[in-house]
């Protein structure tokens, strides 16, 4: 059977996650295609969604302008496997540090967003993460980091001291951009969470 799995589409780094998306699926074997989200409705045919980077303000605003911001909740309470990439990984917190603003909530974290100030606005790093073997080629752009998570969640990579990736259940969150690193394994490990 042919599955979708759900790009959000409203702003940001959509084609990027497509693209590597169609690999990923590829290379796990599953049949199927990603698919752009615009609307509450389109959110019904996927089993696995992805919120990408670009503005956390500026998604967090048209998810609730468009339908889209209470139906993302309710299907991740439910168990549709959500993984949030810089804003998106904003997007997914409790909690952030200062600025205000709709969040989903789902995972049990906070997050700081702009977190490694204005000389390491944009870096790369290879970092080590929990699950695979090599290091992955980490690309920051005005990256946010997790400063802090319940025992609900697992901690899957740090810089330092800083949290850039973790996971609850069905969520992950990666302060990066695995979409820009021409390596599948983050959303291989993404969609071996479809059930
Ligand atoms: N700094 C942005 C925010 O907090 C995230 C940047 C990104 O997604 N590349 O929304």
Known sequence: MDINVGVIAVQGAVSEHIGILKRAMKENGIEGKPIPIRKSNELEKVVALIIPGGESTAISKQLVESDLFDRIVERGKEGLPIMGTCAGCVLLAKRTVRKKMKLLGLMDMTV?????????????QDI??????????????????????????????????????????N?????????????????????????
């Open 112 to 124: 700081e967003r702009n977190a490694f100030g204005r000389q390491r606005e944009s870096f790369e």
């Open 128 to 169: 080590d993460i929990c699950g695979l073997e090599r290091p992955f080629h980490g690309i920051f752009i005005r990256a946010p980091i997790i400063t802090h998570v319940s025992d609900k969640c697992k901690i899957l990579a740090r810089i330092g001291d800083k949290i850039i990736m973790a996971k609850q259940k």
């Open 171 to 195: 969520l992950m969150a990666v302060a990066f951009h695995p979409e820009l690193s021409n390596d599948t394994r983050i959303h291989r490990a993404f969609l071996s969470l479809i059930k």
